[in-house]
């Protein structure tokens, strides 16, 4: 595993976190944005990862499936006073499934890549002490996106369009 932090290297103000792992199920993720203090910044994400698993019959081996993702996304960024953070953007992600060996025909068709697109918004908020182990303090983040199949294959008979909202809340307070 290789991972790198850097600061001001593609510009000012801007910070570049990437993540490789090299081995039999690879991954790769960078992470780029420009902040703008006061005024919203602009970042981009990308992974890539691939892995494999087997399929047994009891005892078994009879396949191998090999899952790969492809995602990007671009998103503004904003932040008030390292409390709130505002995120909204879009995502694309490129998938397929494939047979190792082609011994099942209903899961041909899952061989071919598939896609889809994701409009997000995320809304937090951070008030703990520090970022690790905080003692006091809450972190909160609303999160709402819309997700479409972007393939004219079996994704479009298999998922439709759903709009999807969450809340996620965290309260931090001292044990003794």
Do not use: C
């Not at 001001?8 to 992470?31: H, I, W, Y």
């Not at 697109?117 to 996106?145: M, N, Q």
């Amino acid at each position: 595993m290789l991972n790198g932090s850097f600061r001001n290297v593609l510009g000012k103000r801007s910070k570049l976190f990437t993540d490789l792992v090299l081995g039999e199920n690879p991954r790769l993720r960078a992470f780029y944005m420009l902040d703008n203090g006061v005024q919203p910044g602009i970042g981009a994400k990308a992974e890539f990862y691939s892995f494999k698993f087997d399929l047994y019959e009891k005892e078994e081996k009879i396949n191998k499936i090999i899952f790969t993702n492809y995602k990007v996304s671009t998103f503004v960024n904003y932040s008030l006073k390292n409390l709130f953070n505002f995120r909204g953007g879009f995502e694309y992600e490129y998938f397929r499934f494939k047979q190792d060996l082609l011994t099942d025909s209903a899961l041909a068709e899952y061989d071919e890549f598939s896609s889809y697109g994701t409009f997000f918004v995320t809304f937090s908020a951070d008030s703990r002490d520090r970022a690790y182990f905080p003692t006091k303090g809450s972190k909160s983040e609303l999160h709402l996106e819309y997700v479409m199949p972007l393939s004219k294959n079996w994704s479009k008979d298999l998922f439709t369009s759903s709009l999807v909202l969450y809340w996620k809340y965290e309260y931090n307070y001292p044990v003794s």
